[in-house]
């Protein structure tokens, strides 16, 4: 017969080996996300290319990225349903404005990175 204290015990050892109460690892922007940002997106979204001179949009630097377009902040940290730059670059705006404009859809990886990144806060980290 099991004890209650062995019962107890197992089932601590159950939920700290499952993956779904595992504490989630922090998503790093200047580690993770400015990464992708810099292959996939600097090379229209800075100063001088068509991208910074139609929305207004830097993502040059952390700074750049949160400060957003001349109509708005494209991050809402914590809130990665909200934020414009989630919904451009998983195709849920008209495909005239899917980003990157006129390229390959970012990876499910790359797109599931950053929207883990603004979910965490969307920190300077």
């Known amino acids: 017969m099991i004890t209650f ?5 197992a089932a601590l050892a159950l939920a700290v080996a499952s993956p779904a109460l595992a504490k989630e690892a922090p998503v790093s922007f200047s580690e993770d996300v400015h990464p992708i940002l810099q292959v996939r997106c600097v090379a229209c979204h800075q100063a001088g290319q068509d991208g910074f001179e139609k929305s207004g949009l830097d993502l040059t630097t952390y700074e750049g990225t949160m400060k957003g377009t001349k109509h708005g902040p494209m991050i809402v940290a914590g809130d990665p349903v909200t934020s414009n730059l989630m919904v451009l670059i998983d195709g849920k705006a008209d495909k005239s404005l899917q980003m990157p404009h006129g390229k390959k ?11 883990k990144w603004i979910k965490q806060g ?4």
């Open 5 to 9: 204290r062995a019962a107890a015990l």
């Open 105 to 115: 859809k970012l990876s499910s990886c790359d797109r599931d990175l950053i929207r």
């Open 122 to 125: 969307a920190q300077n980290n």
